[in-house]
């Protein structure tokens, strides 16, 4: 079972920062174009939040992290990265390393992704 390892999560007080990372297995790069994290909170819908094109490494955010958040590669390691600054209690969830088979109009939709990771937590506190 291909499994993407995240980490990073933790508790940060708003305006503090944080940095997520998902390592995804050898290989699956053939399978997959794209690599992003989406974050879902206790009865909420799973949020698109940020992905990146693995080939090209151009990324794709979602308005409401657009400019905090800054999504990046490793190719070497198989690794992406969410660089998240000026964070928001708004912000704090449960984040979701996926990848999957995306085009640009439908990078955010969940069911593009086939594979995810277990999730890490971010707490943010006012």
């Known amino acids: 079972q291909v499994q993407l390892v995240e980490s990073g999560g933790g508790s940060v007080q708003a305006g503090g920062s944080l940095r997520l990372s998902c390592t995804a297995p050898?290989?699956?790069?053939?399978?997959?174009?794209?690599m992003g994290w989406f974050r879902q909170g206790t009865g909420k819908g799973r949020e698109a939040v940020a992905a990146?094109?693995?080939?090209?490494?151009?990324?794709m955010y979602s308005d409401s992290v657009k400019g905090r958040f800054t999504i990046s590669r490793d190719g070497a390691i198989n690794t992406i990265y969410l660089q998240m600054t000026s964070l928001k209690p708004e912000d704090a969830d449960m984040y979701y390393c996926?990848?999957?088979?995306?085009?640009?109009?439908?990078?955010?939709?969940?069911?593009?992704?086939?594979?995810w990771g277990q999730g890490t937590q971010v707490t943010v506190s006012s």
């Open positions: 996926a990848a999957g088979t995306t085009e640009e109009v439908n990078w955010y939709a969940a069911i593009n992704y086939n594979y």
């Open positions: 990146i094109y693995t080939a090209t490494g151009d990324p």
């Open positions: 050898n290989g699956l790069h053939y399978r997959t174009n794209t």
